[in-house]
């Protein structure tokens, strides 16, 4: 079976953008794989949360992951930083990492053009890094993720390369998997920018934990463009990224919305998605309350996942540091 590798940054709560252009594939692509998902807990150090809401969010996440449909019958569910090997491998193949392909990184870029106190920790910059070392380590094959990280696949395939042409197959090269349509879902309340755990306007994401209430009224708020044509495009980003949504959400093409609702006012046609989003989001919300009371369960979930992961880990781990000629 392919193996697939993946994961999530426990440093929120998790939103729609990270059910629609993420965590749904991952529920199908279980069936058909070895898979391994993960709470990305060392990579969340990279913005240095309170360590009791880290602690918190990460049960929660693993929590989220189950009522969302990642089956442990199925999947690998583990906290990265519980098992050994990681940050290893991170560091051979920091070796072999140029720093002006890091330096170049559009995400890094950003995050630390955001840096308030103006302090960029090397951890920001070595973070694709450890992306490519959470992949190879288990010798993916495939990773599906969101758009946003589509330079940090192309590092990884390249490291895979690199180290693979000094120490031919050590590595397979892993594809990245990027959901159709809705690889990037945007902001409800600026739609150029990408829905996101870090925005302080909680007005722009969708949480999968919000009441019907909130997510009707996030939807209602959301910002639309200026005229009243209800069409997708490049000068409508409002309209647009709701368009995705409810495409998203119900399956049905946008074209074919487009002419479902081009009658319809953008209140009408809000209030659809609104509803598309009840059906969609509240069962998976209901389903999160209940597991996220069962903390003994979700730790045997975990360490469970943890076990596993941990001897197809270590068997990687070993073969590098043969071919590296470390003692
Ligand atoms: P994270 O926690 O930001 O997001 C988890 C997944 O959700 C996707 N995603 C989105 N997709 C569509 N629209 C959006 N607005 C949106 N926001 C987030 C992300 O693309 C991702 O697939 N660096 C990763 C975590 C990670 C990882 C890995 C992923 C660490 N190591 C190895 C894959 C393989 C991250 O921060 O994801």
């Not at 993720?145 to 696949?153: A, I, K, T, Y």
């Not at 192309?154 to 809705?182: K, Q, S, W």
């Amino acid at each position: 079976m392919p193996v697939l590798v993946t994961g999530l940054q426990p440093t929120a709560e998790i939103h729609l953008g990270n059910y629609l252009g993420a965590i749904r594939s991952w529920t199908v692509l279980q069936r058909r794989t070895e898979s391994f998902f993960f709470l990305a807990d060392l990579h969340a150090l990279t913005t240095a949360p309170e360590p009791e809401k880290l602690r918190a969010h990460t049960l929660d996440c693993a929590a989220m992951l189950l009522a969302c449909g990642i089956d442990p019958n199925f999947a690998h569910i583990f906290v990265q930083s519980q098992v050994h090997g990681h940050t290893d491998l991170a560091w051979f193949l920091s070796c072999w990492t140029s720093l002006g392909q890091l330096e170049r990184m559009t995400q890094f870029k950003d995050k630390a053009a955001r840096r308030e106190d103006g302090f960029v920790g090397a951890g920001l910059l070595y973070y694709p890094v450890l992306m490519a070392a959470d992949i190879l380590l288990y010798g993916a094959n495939l990773v599906p993720v969101g758009e946003d990280q589509r330079q940090h696949l192309e590092l990884t395939r390249d490291l895979a390369i690199r180290f693979n042409g000094a120490h031919p197959d050590t590595f397979p090269v892993p594809e990245p998997f990027y959901p159709e349509n809705c690889a990037r879902v945007m902001s409800l309340q600026n739609p150029t920018a990408k829905m996101s755990k870090s925005d302080p306007n909680r007005a722009g994401v969708l949480f999968l934990s919000d009441d019907d209430g909130t997510i009707r009224k996030k939807i209602r708020s959301a910002v639309t463009d200026s005229g009243r044509e209800l069409r997708s495009g490049p000068d409508k980003p409002g309209i647009s990224n709701l368009l995705q949504i409810l495409a998203a959400l119900t399956e049905e093409p946008v074209a074919q919305l487009e002419r479902r609702y081009g009658d319809s006012s953008y209140g009408e046609f809000k209030g659809a998605v609104a509803e598309a989003a009840v059906a969609a989001i509240g069962p998976i919300r209901e389903k999160y309350f209940a597991l996220k009371c069962q903390r003994d369960y979700l730790l045997d979930v975990l360490a469970e996942g943890r076990r596993a992961t941990q001897a197809r880990a270590d068997v990687t781990l070993a073969a590098v540091r043969d071919r590296l000629g470390l003692l």
